[in-house]
């Protein structure tokens, strides 16, 4: 489902496309994330204008709400939303093992309690791919147990092997109920220790996947440590000669994006451009700006001179920070459409460069005037 085009000489950036059901994904990809089946400040048909290729929706979520039984008699969650391209479920392992004083972990499943009512459940590694069935996404990930930084080794393996345990009882569920054309991804955890991260790795090859999701990472640790697990995942990869889509779960600024990329990661999904849309922090070019400073209050000039998107060529820095100010609802309408438009052409301009051989001269140039 996963086919490297082409790679770069001086990195291990590469150029590549994954198949799903709704149509091909060229990588490197940016993911927005529409947790709760809605990228907030826009709507699908938005996403299809800027040319948005998919979504990342969140299995814990849409379960509490509006629940799956509803998504289902909608026709799916591609039909609920209308958005017709390629939609990944997250399990919502991360959400749920964030809820530390409402949850229980258990080999068997976890228990929580609703962040919403407070009503407990208890869900079972067969419950989570069920889920996602249900809701009828395109690229399903399994439950795992996401710990935080810093973490004892003794924990961290303890918690590696029950995410390993679930993956298997998840693959076997997966493929005796799956949809055609459903993707099953597995998600490599392991906290910072290589070792365990290479036994995680090494049990995802063993199931048969079609993708591999980076987990736990970017919950702390510094980047060198980062970093350093991603290029010891791809050298065992290499040596397998081994070939998978490395997606890289919640992670998405863009020099943290070019840092990966150029260690072999393909997707990324991330809340970064709507979140800091709402908060009124812009992506240009030259790099981020605050829109709501006073600077711009007579500022009469486009959000990014160089930028072709609808706001950028209808509106001025000046109004939309009045919008800003005032509380209306039309500056985070505007500044996400921007902020998506923006971090979409940011990818293809990536894949570009990679494909005419110029990727690290890109990424030493962007690196350079991008002020964060």
């Given at each position: 489902?996963?086919?490297?085009?082409?790679?770069?000489?001086?990195?291990?950036?590469?150029?590549?496309?994954?198949k799903t059901r709704k149509g091909m994904i060229f990588t490197p990809s940016f993911f927005p994330v529409?947790?709760?089946?809605?990228?907030?400040?826009?709507?699908?048909?938005?996403?299809?204008?800027?040319?948005?290729?998919?979504?990342?929706?969140?299995?814990?979520?849409?379960?509490?709400?509006?629940?799956?039984?509803?998504?289902?008699?909608?026709?799916?969650?591609?039909?609920?939303?209308?958005?017709?391209?390629?939609?990944?479920?997250?399990?919502?392992?991360?959400?749920?093992?964030?809820?530390?004083?409402?949850?229980?972990?258990?080999?068997?499943?976890?228990?929580?309690?609703?962040?919403?009512?407070?009503?407990?459940?208890?869900?079972?590694?067969?419950?989570?791919?069920?889920?996602?069935?249900?809701?009828?996404?395109?690229?399903?990930?399994?439950?795992?147990?996401?710990?935080?930084?810093?973490?004892?080794?003794?924990?961290?393996?303890?918690?590696?092997?029950?995410?390993?345990?679930?993956?298997?009882?998840?693959?076997?569920?997966?493929?005796?109920?799956?949809?055609?054309?459903?993707?099953?991804?597995?998600?490599?955890?392991?906290?910072?220790?290589?070792?365990?991260?290479?036994?995680?790795?090494?049990?995802?090859?063993?199931?048969?996947?079609?993708?591999?999701?980076?987990?736990?990472?970017?919950?702390?640790?510094?980047?060198?440590?980062?970093?350093?697990?991603?290029?010891?995942?791809?050298?065992?990869?290499?040596?397998?000669?081994?070939?998978?889509?490395?997606?890289?779960?919640?992670?998405?600024?863009?020099?943290?994006?070019?840092?990966?990329?150029?260690?072999?990661?393909?997707?990324?999904?991330?809340?970064?451009?709507?979140?800091?849309?709402?908060?009124?922090?812009?992506?240009?070019?030259?790099?981020?700006?605050?829109?709501?400073?006073?600077?711009?209050?007579?500022?009469?000039?486009?959000?990014?001179?160089?930028?072709?998107?609808?706001?950028?060529?209808?509106?001025?820095?000046?109004?939309?920070?009045?919008?800003?100010?005032?509380?209306?609802?039309?500056?985070?309408?505007?500044?996400?459409?921007?902020?998506?438009?923006?971090?979409?052409?940011?990818?293809?301009?990536?894949?570009?460069?990679?494909?005419?051989?110029?990727?690290?001269?890109?990424?030493?140039?962007?690196?350079?005037?991008?002020?964060?």
């Amino acid at each position: 489902m996963f086919k490297v085009l082409k790679r770069d000489e001086k990195t291990k950036a590469r150029l590549g496309i994954l198949k799903t059901r709704k149509g091909m994904i060229f990588t490197p990809s940016f993911f927005p994330v529409a947790t709760q089946a809605a990228i907030k400040g826009s709507i699908s048909e938005k996403l299809a204008e800027i040319g948005i290729e998919g979504i990342l929706v969140n299995a814990y979520h849409l379960f509490l709400r509006p629940g799956t039984e509803i998504i289902k008699l909608s026709g799916g969650i591609h039909k609920f939303m209308n958005f017709n391209k390629t939609i990944i479920s997250d399990s919502g392992g991360y959400q749920i093992f964030s809820l530390e004083k409402l949850r229980k972990i258990t080999d068997e499943g976890v228990e929580f309690q609703s962040h919403l009512d407070g009503k407990t459940f208890f869900l079972t590694p067969y419950d989570v791919i069920q889920i996602q069935l249900d809701i009828d996404s395109d690229v399903i990930l399994p439950l795992d147990e996401c710990v935080k930084f810093p973490t004892s080794f003794e924990y961290a393996k303890e918690a590696n092997l029950r995410t390993i345990n679930w993956l298997i009882k998840s693959k076997k569920f997966f493929q005796k109920y799956k949809k055609d054309g459903v993707l099953f991804f597995g998600i490599n955890q392991g906290s910072t220790y290589l070792d365990l991260r290479k036994i995680s790795l090494e049990s995802i090859i063993n199931v048969e996947v079609d993708g591999i999701a980076l987990g736990g990472l970017s919950v702390g640790e510094p980047p060198h440590l980062r970093y350093n697990i991603i290029h010891f995942l791809q050298e065992i990869l290499e040596k397998k000669k081994k070939e998978f889509l490395i997606y890289f779960m919640g992670y998405g600024k863009p020099k943290d994006i070019l840092e990966a990329i150029s260690l072999g990661v393909d997707l990324f999904d991330c809340v970064v451009p709507t979140r800091f849309a709402r908060t009124g922090t812009v992506f240009t070019n030259e790099g981020k700006i605050v829109i709501r400073n006073a600077q711009y209050a007579k500022d009469f000039s486009p959000l990014d001179k160089n930028c072709s998107c609808f706001v950028c060529r209808n509106y001025t820095r000046a109004y939309l920070r009045h919008l800003l100010n005032a509380k209306e609802i039309n500056a985070a309408v505007l500044l996400t459409y921007h902020n998506l438009f923006w971090y979409q052409r940011f990818i293809e301009k990536v894949r570009e460069a990679i494909s005419c051989g110029k990727f690290l001269e890109f990424k030493e140039e962007f690196i350079a005037k991008f002020k964060e």
